[in-house]
Structures are given as C-alpha cells and as structure tokens.
C-alpha cells in the first residue's frame, strides 16, 4: 500500500530560524510529489512538484528537495506569515488513476 | 482569472437528509477531483472525473455517496441519507489534463447534526 509520512507533526521556530519539513514515501511507482500549504479553514495551495531524485525547486524563502525515498521543504529565515500546514502528497502510477496520495501534514508556527 | 470554486462553503444537514456539493473548476480545466478531510487525519482521495466520465471512484465509499461532472454546469458531489460520520471537510481540485498539478479550491465543511 502506498505512503506518505511526515515530520514532524508540529512544529514552533523562532523568527529567522531555519529548518527542514521530512516526507518519506512508500509507493510502488512515483508519477509526482507535491508540496502545499494549507491554511486554517481555506484549500491547499499549491507550491511545488518534483518529479525524479536530485531534483530541486524553489519560492522565496523555500526550497523543495527530492531522493529516492523521501522529500524535504527547507525553510530558510522563515517569517510569521510562514506559519500554516505544510502538506505532502503523491502520485504513483497506474492506469486511470491520477488521484492524490496525502502525509497528514506538519503543522509550522513561526514566533516572531 | 478564478479559482476553483466550490458552493456552498457551509452546509448543516440533520441525519438522513441529503447533501449536495458544488465545484466549478478553474477555466480551462476539465479534470476534477474531490477529496474528504477528516478531522486530524489527511486529505483522502475520492472520485476522479472528466466531462460526463467518472474516471476512477476507488476511494469513494460504496454506497450513499455518487458524483458526477455533466456537460454544462459544476460537479455535483451527492451524499445521500448522511450520518454523523459524513461531518467533514470536502474539498475539490481541478487542472487542466491529468498527471499535472491540481489546484484546489476553499471546501465546503459539512456538519451532520
């Protein structure tokens, strides 16, 4: 069965301080892996997707990498206005199928 | 250029009733999915659907739940006889073909009473 776990579940830094958000996934064929950001009581929206390992993107003040086995979200400096979820997700192959495998997400605040 | 749009973004329904569920994709894409998130769980996926196709309904429940994507007008995602369990937030995506991004759009947050 395909997974997505990430971590940690919260997380709380001090303004500037910066850090790393994990996923690692299990999936028996990756077609795509996708970051986005879920504030409170509003839809995911959409920051990245990667597609093969070593491959890296990049927004302001984050950064997305991606191995074989896991994906990481740098925040560098990050600011108060960083604080939401940070949602993983995937996409494995298989004919038809072109739905979204979701992490639970890391819960980032960031005291200014 | 709009968002994907979903209607209403309330709904209260009393056990038994029905509940139905609009999403109006982004202009230009014909791909739409709906996805449930749960309290303290993730965003599971439900129903995949083109223009008229229902493409792959793996992660729908069995039953009491359909959803269609007609010619003209929104998606419609119908809960038939809801229980408490159906409380939840259920949002839709869209893009443009498949194996490209999904945009989602605010959600809709049902409570059964």
């Known amino acids: 069965e395909d997974q997505v776990t990430q971590s940690p579940e919260a997380l709380r830094l001090q303004e500037g301080e910066s850090s790393s958000l994990n996923c690692s996934y299990t999936v028996s064929g990756l077609r795509g892996l996708f970051w986005y950001r879920q504030d409170p009581g509003k839809g995911p929206e959409f920051l990245f997707t990667l597609y093969s390992a070593g491959e890296e993107k990049e927004k302001e003040r984050l950064k997305a990498t991606l191995t074989k086995k896991e994906s990481f979200l740098h925040i560098t400096a990050p600011k108060p206005e960083d604080s939401a979820t940070y949602l993983c997700?995937?996409?494995?192959?298989?004919?038809?199928?072109?739905?979204?495998?979701f992490g639970k997400g890391t819960h980032l605040i960031i005291q200014p | 250029n709009a968002g994907v749009m979903q209607n209403p973004r309330h709904l209260v329904r009393r056990r038994g009733q029905e509940a139905r569920l609009r999403c109006s994709p982004m202009?230009?894409?014909?791909?739409v999915y709906w996805y449930r998130q749960l309290p303290e769980e993730g965003l599971k996926f439900m129903v995949y659907l083109q223009k008229e196709n229902i493409i792959d309904e793996s992660g729908m429940p069995k039953e009491r739940f359909s959803a269609e994507f007609p010619k003209e007008g929104p998606s419609i995602l119908r809960i038939q006889q809801v229980v408490r369990g159906d409380s939840a937030a259920y949002f839709c995506?869209?893009?443009?073909?498949?194996?490209?991004?999904?945009?989602f759009g605010p959600g809709t947050r049902l409570t059964v009473t």
């Open positions: 202009k230009g894409h014909s791909h």
């Open positions: 997700a995937v996409r494995v192959r298989g004919g038809g199928a072109d739905g979204l495998t």
């Open positions: 995506a869209s893009s443009p073909t498949s194996n490209y991004e999904q945009y």
